[in-house]
């Protein structure tokens, strides 16, 4: 697999990050994905900035997450990306939460991320330099 194709963060939990049980709130999962993806394009010199002076932008179009284990304030955890599909105006990635530690599995999800056009809202065509490094067919 390409370096492009996947990805990496470290975060840690802080006391904002959690319930009030004092565990990671479950939307904090999903800001730390969304944080590794903007990374990663930054990673690849994509911007969100770039694209939308473009007239695009990435949209999150779908969500399929598990929470198998709950992390807790301190905790120092890796947030991943893989990339599992690439289409012309969207992609499937795999992002996983885990245990900086010991790698446990804290969360995981499928996520489908399209591109927009910014002023119709319409699906747009991904910039053919991110469909070049990511191997589109």
Known sequence: MSEARSFSIRVRVYYEDTDAGGIVYHATYLRWMERARSDWLRALGERHDAMAGQGLQFVVSEVDIRYRRPARLDDLLDVDLEVLEVRRAS???????????????????????????????????????????????
């Open 91 to 137: 992609l499937r990635l795999t992002q996983r939460t885990r245990g900086a530690d010991d790698g446990s599995l804290l969360a995981d999800a499928t996520v489908r991320v399209a591109v927009m056009d910014r002023h119709t809202g319409r699906p747009a065509p991904m910039p053919k330099r991110l469909l070049d490094m990511l191997g589109a067919p």
